[in-house]
């Protein structure tokens, strides 16, 4: 024992003795990565059998037991989906829409987060409450009026009847204001204020990178939600000029379905989420443990 340990108090030894074993790495235990097996297994199992479904014939798929592993047709079965549903043109969609959907969303989210989390003004907080309200509403309800707003505008059957309802959500107002008020110290704006920069330098070399671990999640939540969205856009949108869902809704038609197909085109239209989560998951994880660090 050295000297400064004796004449330390018991208590300083204690937190000393827990701040040197901060640092130590800790290690996972045998059981803990069974548990996440599973939890893998569990969450993949539906891609997985949907990829061996898609490799397969319509009369395979209805014979008893079902497939287990992959067949010869894959490829086959989704050349024919993306002939069928006219895929083509349904990407080139998906990926305006979802893209447009996600940019606008974050930026906004972001400004009015910051706005709600930062900024002092009259009636902030009715108006938080009144936007956290809105995520109450069914969005079914507003089906119909939105969709007769469009009709007058002129808008059926385009591409911006889909992305201007969602250029912001209550959820990504929220969701940022929450991550704001905690990793955006108000000590660093009043400090930008004194050094003369104006709201929008703020907003660009302050608020942007404190935000930029959130901005990536909400990014990534938004643009799934945008890319899946079934209900609006198939209201909204026609077979001539479809997203992917929308056209993977033909598949499903006809007397009798081939399953196979139908497969095939649902993981055609997975594969570009899968894409963009193995080329920016390894950033989105690390923005997010940034974020943990900072707050």
């Known amino acids: 024992m050295t000297t400064s340990e004796l004449t330390l108090p018991q208590s300083s030894k204690r937190a000393s003795r827990r701040v040197m074993g901060a640092g130590k790495q800790l290690h996972a235990g045998p059981m803990t990565y069974v548990v996440l097996a599973v939890f893998a297994l569990v969450s993949l199992a539906p891609l997985v059998w949907t990829a061996i479904a898609a490799s397969r014939t319509d009369r395979r798929l209805?014979?008893?037991?079902?497939?287990?592993?992959?067949?010869?047709?894959?490829?086959?079965?989704?050349?024919?989906?993306?002939?069928?549903?006219?895929?083509?043109?349904?990407?080139?969609?998906?990926?305006?829409?979802?893209?447009?959907?996600?940019?606008?969303?974050?930026?906004?989210?972001?400004?009015?987060?910051?706005?709600?989390?930062?900024?002092?003004?009259?009636?902030?907080?009715?108006?938080?409450?009144?936007?956290?309200?809105?995520?109450?509403?069914?969005?079914?309800?507003?089906?119909?009026?939105?969709?007769?707003?469009?009709?007058?505008?002129?808008?059926?059957?385009?591409?911006?009847?889909?992305?201007?309802?969602?250029?912001?959500?209550?959820?990504?107002?929220?969701?940022?204001?929450?991550?704001?008020?905690?990793?955006?110290?108000?000590?660093?704006?009043?400090?930008?204020?004194?050094?003369?920069?104006?709201?929008?330098?703020?907003?660009?070399?302050?608020?942007?990178?404190?935000?930029?671990?959130?901005?990536?999640?909400?990014?990534?939540?938004?643009?799934?939600?945008?890319?899946?969205?079934?209900?609006?856009?198939?209201?909204a949108l026609n077979q001539q000029n479809p997203t992917v869902q929308v056209a993977l809704n033909s598949l499903g038609t006809g007397y009798v379905p081939d399953q196979a197909v139908i497969m095939a085109g649902a993981l055609l239209g997975t594969l570009p989420l899968l894409i963009a989560f193995l080329l920016f998951g390894k950033q989105i994880v690390g923005g997010i443990m940034q974020g943990a660090i900072k707050g």
């Open 62 to 235: 209805a014979e008893t037991p079902p497939p287990l592993w992959f067949g010869g047709n894959l490829f086959k079965n989704m050349q024919t989906a993306w002939d069928e549903a006219g895929l083509g043109t349904a990407m080139l969609n998906s990926v305006i829409v979802a893209g447009a959907i996600t940019i606008s969303t974050v930026l906004f989210s972001t400004l009015a987060g910051f706005a709600f989390a930062k900024l002092r003004f009259r009636f902030s907080g009715f108006l938080l409450l009144l936007t956290i309200g809105t995520m109450m509403i069914p969005p079914q309800l507003a089906v119909v009026p939105l969709y007769l707003w469009m009709a007058d505008l002129g808008w059926s059957n385009q591409l911006q009847t889909v992305i201007l309802p969602t250029l912001v959500t209550a959820f990504g107002t929220f969701f940022m204001r929450q991550y704001l008020v905690q990793a955006l110290p108000t000590e660093l704006i009043e400090a930008a204020r004194v050094d003369g920069a104006s709201s929008i330098r703020v907003v660009w070399h302050v608020v942007f990178p404190a935000a930029r671990p959130a901005m990536a999640v909400l990014g990534l939540l938004t643009f799934v939600f945008a890319w899946n969205d079934f209900l609006w856009p198939i209201i």
